[in-house]
C-alpha cells in the first residue's frame, strides 16, 4: 500500500466516523420532518421512496430541493381542495426538507471536514469532499424520514417519533 492509499484510505474513516458520531442527531431531524406529515393523509410512503430514488439517483443537493419544490408546487396545483402533503407553507414538509439540507447539513458537512483536517491535515479538494459528505448525509436523511413515516403511518400514530426530537 502506498503512503497515498494509507492517506485516502485515513480520509474515507475519518469521514465516515464522523458521519456516525452525527446519526443521532440526523435521526432527530428526520423525525421533526416526518411530524410534519401527522396531518397530511394524502402524504404516500411511495412519494417518500421518489424522494429518496432522486437523492440517490442525483448526488447534488441543489437538485433534491428543486424536487421537493416541484413536489410543494404540484401537489399545491392537483389537490386544491385536499391539504397539500408537501405543505406549501414555511412551516411545511417540504421546506422543512429544504431547510434542513441547506442549513444542518451544510454546517455537519463543514464540521466533519474540519475535523477531518485537524486530524489528517488539509487537502486541496476539501470543497469537494464536503459537497460528498453533504451528500452523503442527504442520503441517510431522507432515508430515516421515510422509514419513520412508514411506521407511524402503519401504527397509525408518530408518537414515538416524538421521543427522537
Known amino acids: 500500500m502506498t503512503?497515498?492509499?494509507?492517506?485516502?484510505?485515513?480520509?474515507?474513516?475519518?469521514?465516515?466516523?464522523g458521519i456516525e458520531r452525527r446519526l443521532d442527531e440526523l435521526?432527530?431531524?428526520?423525525?421533526?420532518?416526518?411530524l410534519r406529515l401527522e396531518q397530511s393523509p394524502n402524504m404516500e410512503t411511495a412519494q417518500l421512496?421518489?424522494?429518496l430514488t432522486v437523492a440517490q439517483r442525483t448526488p447534488a443537493v441543489e437538485a433534491v430541493i428543486n424536487f421537493v419544490r416541484y413536489q410543494i408546487?404540484?401537489?399545491?396545483?392537483?389537490?386544491?381542495?385536499?391539504?397539500?402533503?408537501?405543505?406549501?407553507?414555511?412551516?411545511?414538509?417540504?421546506?422543512?426538507?429544504i431547510g434542513h439540507l441547506r442549513n444542518e447539513f451544510a454546517a455537519?458537512?463543514?464540521?466533519?471536514?474540519?475535523?477531518?483536517?485537524?486530524?489528517?491535515?488539509?487537502?486541496?479538494?476539501?470543497?469537494?469532499?464536503?459537497?460528498?459528505?453533504?451528500?452523503?448525509?442527504?442520503q441517510l436523511y431522507i432515508g430515516y424520514i421515510g422509514r419513520g413515516f412508514s411506521y407511524a403511518s402503519k401504527v397509525k400514530s408518530f408518537n414515538d417519533l416524538r421521543g427522537g426530537v
Open 3 to 17: 503512503t497515498l492509499d494509507a492517506t485516502v484510505l485515513r480520509r474515507a474513516l475519518l469521514v465516515e466516523r
Open 27 to 34: 435521526v432527530r431531524l428526520s423525525n421533526t420532518a416526518a
Open 49 to 51: 421512496r421518489n424522494l
Open 73 to 97: 408546487g404540484r401537489n399545491h396545483r392537483e389537490r386544491a381542495r385536499e391539504p397539500n402533503p408537501w405543505g406549501s407553507g414555511p412551516d411545511g414538509f417540504g421546506h422543512t426538507v
Open 108 to 138: 455537519m458537512a463543514g464540521a466533519i471536514v474540519a475535523e477531518v483536517e485537524a486530524v489528517a491535515g488539509a487537502e486541496a479538494s476539501a470543497a469537494e469532499t464536503r459537497r460528498q459528505i453533504h451528500v452523503q448525509l442527504m
